[in-house]
Antibody, heavy 119, light 109 residues
Framework: EVQLVESGGGLVQPGGSLTLSCAAS????????MNWVRQAPGKGLEWISY????????YYAASVKGRFTISRDDAKDSLYLQMSGLRAEDTAVYFC????????????WGQGTTVTVSS | QSPLTQPPSASGSPGQSVTISCTGT?????????VSWYQQYPGKAPKLIIY???KRPSGVPDRFSGSKSGNTASLTVSGLQAEDEADYYC?????????FGTGTRVTVL
């Protein structure tokens, strides 16, 4: 089955760190560009990071730049998001999402993992 | 960075059509034919329904259509059905960025 499964969410104190993982299966992961998108409780979607296949290009939203790091391990079919300096406003469901193959659009999403930043 | 602007809500009766606008700038919506639309049910992951302004992924009903004029993109849902009641988000590529719209809740009356 073609799917993405996120893990690693949880409760963390302000200023703390957390690493999210996204396991891909059912497709050739190394051929696809990947993204992280988040959704705060009751709010809309926010794109936060992108990584090209091979990791050659990486981009971040201004809201997380310098605090979050996206990476991938194609040998393990996995995508990661290292988060540090966490703030209350980072509380959200975090989705990993796949870019379409040679087209623009996020065509495959995971179910999401919840990150709560609170003391 | 500012999200793209969508109306907070839209509604229609079964069988009617509803159109949702998505307004950006010349740097995002107006500058690229890279607008996509997503449908999201409460508590679920978003689903891609339109990509590159007008294209539909396999399996998406042709009741969903997209268009763009200048800095505004639009999603039209024709022949509304009960299962179309959901949140809809537009998204646009911008140079080294990707912006989502503010979201529109579609209600089927």
């Amino acid at each position: 089955e073609v799917q993405l499964v996120e893990s690693g969410g949880g409760l963390v104190q302000p200023g703390g760190s957390l690493t999210l993982s996204c396991a891909a299966s059912g497709f050739t992961f190394r051929n696809y560009e990947m993204n992280w998108v988040r959704q705060a409780p009751g709010k809309g979607l926010e794109w936060i990071s992108y990584i090209r296949h091979g990791g050659t290009n990486i981009y971040y939203a201004a809201s997380v730049k310098g605090r979050f790091t996206i990476s991938r391990d194609d040998a393990k079919d996995s995508l990661y998001l290292q988060m540090s300096g966490l703030r209350a406003e980072d509380t959200a469901v975090y989705f990993c999402a796949r870019d379409g193959f040679h087209y623009y659009g996020l065509d495959l999403w995971g179910q999401g993992t919840t990150v709560t930043v609170s003391s | 960075q500012s999200p793209l602007t969508q109306p907070p809500s839209a509604s229609g009766s079964p069988g009617q059509s509803v159109t949702i606008s998505c307004t950006g700038t010349y740097s995002d919506v107006g500058g690229y034919n890279y607008v996509s639309w997503y449908q999201q049910y409460p508590g679920k992951a978003p689903k891609l329904i339109i990509y590159e302004v007008i294209k539909r992924p396999s399996g998406v009903p042709d009741r969903f259509s997209g268009s763009k004029s200048g800095n505004t993109a639009s999603l039209t849902v024709s022949g509304l059905q009960a299962e179309d009641e959901a949140d809809y988000y537009c998204s646009s590529y911008a140079r080294n960025n990707n912006f989502f719209g503010t979201g529109t809740r579609v209600t089927v009356l």
